[in-house]
């Protein structure tokens, strides 16, 4: 058997690494880096050359987004190339996370989403920012015409399925645990679509883990996700193993948000209390964790993680 990963390590500069948005993008980490010195030509350079690998672009986006100086940067971009499309979907992509967490007006950033829309038509990136906005405060029909536009530019945008997976696991909160969710529908109606090498194929794993989230914060799950018997019925054991199974047989290790991926399916696999195949997933995992979905239902992601990766290590 192979060595356990090496530990996280500790500390609050090493856990903010541990739990880096960026995932193992070692040129969007370096990118990051240059943009934060105001150096936007290597964020320029990097979009050009993702290209029109939407996932990538999209995730790549997002994550020099997260940054509080990415709106200033990007508008001087734009005062120098004002017809850059990659410009603008920066600073659309940068409002928008700047309007979630209160600093700025949702209408700014929808516009700046629009207005990246003119100049990129083709692109699902301004599209995912307008649903990220919708699935905080829209309707549920504008946050389906949003997710239909980006899937229309993308039909497996992965962001955009997880976004909207999160949104319909949130309808009827209050009504308790239901094996019949229309969240479930949704996402094995998606991976059905899905081509087979498609990391879609593990969203109805996401389904149950978010659908978990919201059953948890209205109290009819247990804050302990272990503890729950959410991960033990039979429809959860065979979407379990069908997701484990498809990623046993996955060869497209180049997605870039794969990650997001295997921290769920390694988190559902330490709930349904499968320590060997959770340890094969934290072996691939590394120490890349996600926020989501340790945090869940409302926990410190990095403390969460450790704690299960180390029970999956003791258990084999």
């Not at 090496?6 to 969007?28: M, N, S, V």
């Not at 990538?56 to 020099?64: A, D, K, M, Q």
């Not at 990007?74 to 700047?98: G, I, K």
């Not at 998606?190 to 794993?205: C, F, G, R, Y």
């Amino acid at each position: 058997m192979s060595p356990p990963p090496p530990p996280l390590g500790r500390g609050r500069k090493r856990a903010a690494q541990a739990l880096d948005a960026a995932l193992d993008d070692a040129e969007l980490v370096a990118t990051r880096a240059s943009l934060a010195q105001g150096r936007w030509q290597a964020a320029r350079s990097l979009l050009v050359q993702t290209g029109d690998d939407w996932d990538r672009r999209g995730h790549r986006v997002t994550v020099l987004a997260l940054e509080s100086y990415s709106a200033a940067w990007s508008r001087d971009w734009l005062l120098a190339e004002p017809d850059s499309a990659d410009a603008a979907v920066l600073l659309a992509l940068s409002l928008v996370q700047r309007a979630l967490l209160g600093k700025e007006k949702v209408a700014k950033a929808d516009k700046a989403c629009r207005d990246a829309i003119a100049l990129a038509p083709a692109d699902p990136t301004p599209w995912l920012g307008l649903l990220m906005l919708a699935c905080v405060g829209g309707t549920d029909e504008e946050t389906e015409q949003l997710f239909d536009e980006v899937r229309s530019r993308h039909a497996d945008h992965h962001h955009g399925h997880h976004l909207m997976v999160a949104r319909l696991a949130e309808r009827r909160a209050t009504a308790g645990p239901d094996p019949l969710h229309e969240v479930y529908d949704f996402a094995n109606w998606a991976a059905e679509q899905a081509p087979a090498d498609s990391p879609l194929a593990i969203l109805p794993v996401i389904a149950h883990a978010e659908r978990y989230r919201v059953l948890a914060l209205a109290g009819h799950e247990p804050a302990d996700p272990v503890a729950s018997g959410h991960w033990s019925g039979r429809r959860a054991r065979q979407v379990m193993k069908a997701a484990f199974d498809w990623w046993l047989e996955w060869e497209q290790e180049g997605h870039p948000r794969r990650l997001v991926d295997l921290n769920f399916l390694a988190h559902a696999k330490v709930c349904e209390g499968r320590g060997a195949e959770a340890t094969a997933l934290f072996y691939r995992i590394g120490e890349h964790p996600t926020t989501a979905p340790w945090s869940y239902p409302d926990r410190d992601p990095l403390s969460a993680f450790r704690a299960a990766r180390d029970r999956a290590l003791g258990s084999v």
